[in-house]
């Protein structure tokens, strides 16, 4: 089976730190992603996990433990414009495209 | 950045009607994939499609749905008898390669099924 969780909202204010959780468990894993969807949009990419360990961006990071199935996304410096949802998807093994299991989206609201 | 496009951006149908969803990939991408949001809910993988044929696709893309690359440029997603369950957000994506490659998304189109 493939279960993803994540919470459900986050409250944060301006200028601060936050981060969001991911938990997986799949039949296979090929990776995980992190995507930004606002309301009514499509989902954009952040990043990108394989390896255990912390990937950088800018003021975006993402972790990945393999081990625990437990990956985080972690926003600096926030701004108003990084209100929206931001989805877990992990790539299961598979050779012939990328069937993303998706969690169900975290709701970041960053205040003033 | 190249996107991917998808038409039309909302479309409204009768409950038992066709419609069919259009979509164009990146030009020099290979895999593509349709996905679907219901409201408020996550995004559900529908299909996967390679090389002309459906490599893989999920238990809600049944004998109503089916998928086509009619060009060499387009990938639509034909819906036969569209039901009230039905409506929800469609995404087409697409990427390069198999594996370890991100999804780039279309904006979507909105199917509301009446």
């Known amino acids: 089976g493939q279960n993803i969780d994540q919470p459900t909202e986050m409250t944060a204010t301006e200028g601060a730190i936050v981060q969001i959780n991911c938990t997986y468990q799949t039949s296979g894993f090929n990776g995980l992603f992190w995507y930004q969807q606002h309301a009514g949009e499509a989902p954009t990419f952040l990043s990108y996990?394989?390896?255990?360990g912390l990937e950088e961006k800018g003021r975006f990071s993402s972790f990945l433990s393999r081990s625990k199935g437990y990956s985080y996304l972690l926003l600096k410096e926030l701004q108003m414009k990084d209100s929206a949802s931001y989805l877990c998807a992990v790539s299961p093994w598979n050779n012939y495209g990328q069937n993303f299991v998706f969690g169900p989206g975290t709701r970041l609201s960053v205040l003033p | 950045e190249p996107e991917v496009t998808q038409t039309p951006s909302h479309q409204v149908t009768q409950m038992g009607q066709e419609v069919i969803l259009r979509c164009v990939p990146i030009s020099n991408h290979l895999y593509f994939y349709w996905y679907r949001q219901i409201l408020g809910q996550k995004v559900e993988f529908l299909v996967s499609?390679?090389?002309?044929?459906?490599?893989?696709k999920s238990e809600i893309f049944d004998d109503q749905f089916s998928v086509e690359r009619p060009d060499g440029s387009n990938f639509t997603l034909k819906i036969r008898s569209t039901k009230l369950e039905d409506s929800a957000m469609y995404f087409c994506?697409?990427?390069?390669?198999?594996?370890?490659?991100?999804?780039?998304f279309g904006s979507g189109t909105q199917l509301s099924v009446l």
């Open positions: 994506a697409s990427s390069a390669k198999a594996t370890n490659e991100k999804l780039f």
């Open positions: 996990n394989v390896l255990d």
């Open positions: 499609f390679y090389n002309n044929e459906i490599s893989e």
